[in-house]
């Protein structure tokens, strides 16, 4: 088998390889996508689908600089899903325009103040209770609730809209083996499928998988992270709902979200019910989310539904453990790294990997090239292979 050699190749076909592949592609870069299992199929279809506009990283006062970063953001994505700018995102679809931010009253008193700043920015709006989702209305909730502007995207949508124009360069196939520059100067080639494949830059969008590559390529030290999540999912007649439960905690208690399963609608648990989560086996996991929602929704009965999990690690540039403040490119050679940490981000990595490319070659497109691999296929929610359980 010969060897393939395309101007760019970029490993991984998550949020952050596909908004870059298709930016490149419109630079008349000739680039291509190695996924090894499925199109999203690592955090991306697995995230709760918010374009965070950084309210939620406010509310504690101690993330404003991320805050004022996100809030610039979530423009871009509209432009881009209204079909007004590259990359025309026209097919994806939307869960929801709005969250809602709800507390008890006693809660509000400290994230008060930064409600207050935003409600007079125009960025939350307080609700009467008329106006409240029904979840919160029904489901028994006492205090306050808050509107928020930050749409949720339905992710597989959004990434079938992102990968059309650009599907037949998107490959499946791992990649195993790595081939260093002489000089230690980043790779000069990678193995895929017992392909082997050279270009004059790699970028790497691989999310855990980055890590591989950066010991392949020859990056030192820790440069990217690893946070666990235990995502808790509960499936049943439940209305839609997307928010936060705040309380006098830094983090949400709980973010859910709401996704059409069949008949019936799930709903996904992030927020600080993952995170506990990792230090739980699955099913004491499940009976602590109950909980939770038992004591937030205290109206609903929890009984008959069924309950799932779903581990994750949150794959990031290295920030001390904690949450990053952007996205992060880290070069060596022609060989890049790429994080965007938040699907919000992908547009602005994207122009990162771009004026990576173009800082060292010139577009080249080739069309028809042919590359020795099947084509990767859309990948599923964890929801759809959930073992589901009765508890
Ligand atoms: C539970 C959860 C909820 C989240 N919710 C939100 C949210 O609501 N809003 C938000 O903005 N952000 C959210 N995030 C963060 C966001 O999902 C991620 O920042 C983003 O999806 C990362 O995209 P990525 O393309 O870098 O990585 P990934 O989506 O992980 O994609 C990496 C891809 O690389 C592939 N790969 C890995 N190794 C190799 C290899 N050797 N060869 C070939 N392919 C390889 C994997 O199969 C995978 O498909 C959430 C994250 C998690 C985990």
């Known amino acids: ?83 007004d700018r590259e990359p025309r995102l026209s097919g994806g679809e939307i869960l929801s325009r709005c969250q809602h931010l709800w507390a008890a009253d006693s809660w509000l008193a400290k994230v008060g103040a930064t409600v207050g700043v935003r409600a007079m920015q125009g960025e939350v709006r307080k609700l009467e209770r008329g106006g409240w989702p029904e979840a919160l209305r029904e489901g028994g909730h006492q205090g306050s609730v808050y509107e928020l502007g930050e749409t949720v995207i339905e992710v597989r949508s959004v990434l079938a809209a992102l990968a059309g124009p650009v599907r037949e360069r998107i490959f499946r196939g791992e990649v195993d083996r790595w081939e260093a520059e002489e000089g230690g100067q980043g790779l000069a080639g990678v193995w ?60 949400p208690v709980v973010t859910i979200t709401a996704h059409p399963s069949g008949e019936e609608t799930v709903w996904y648990l992030g927020g600080g019910v993952a995170e506990e989560a990792t230090g739980m086996a699955d099913e004491a996991a499940m ?78 497109m080739r069309e028809g090239a042919t590359v020795p691999l099947p084509r990767a296929e859309l990948g599923r929610y964890p929801w759809e292979t959930a073992d589901w359980l009765a508890i």
């Open 192 to 251: 895929c499928g017992g392909q082997r494949l050279t270009a004059e830059a790699f970028i790497f969008a691989a999310g855990t998988g980055n890590e591989a590559g950066a010991a392949a390529a020859g990056f030192g030290g820790a440069v990217g992270q690893r946070r666990p999540l235990k995502q808790v999912m509960v499936r049943g007649p439940l209305p839609r709902l997307y928010g936060h439960c705040v309380t006098a905690a830094p983090k």
């Open 287 to 364: 009976r602590s989310a109950r909980q939770k929602l038992a004591g937030i929704f205290p109206s609903y009965s929890w009984e008959g539904l069924s309950w799932a999990c779903w581990q994750v690690d949150r794959a990031e540039p290295n920030a001390a453990n904690r949450l990053p403040d952007g996205p992060a490119l880290v070069a060596r050679g022609g060989t890049a790294l790429a994080w965007p940490s938040k699907l919000v981000y992908a547009p602005s990595l994207a122009e990162e990997v771009l004026g990576f490319v173009a800082r060292r070659l010139a577009p080249g």
């Open 1 to 83: 088998m010969g060897t393939v050699h395309r101007q760019v190749i970029l490993v991984g076909g998550g949020i952050a390889g596909l908004w870059a592949l298709r930016s490149l592609v419109a630079a008349g870069y000739d680039a291509i996508l190695l996924e090894r299992e499925a199109i999203g199929a690592g955090q991306t279809l697995g995230s709760q689908g918010i374009l965070h506009g950084g309210v939620k990283y406010g509310l504690d006062g101690t993330a404003r600089d991320i805050a004022a970063k996100l809030r610039a953001l979530p423009p871009v994505w509209q432009a881009c899903l209204e079909g």
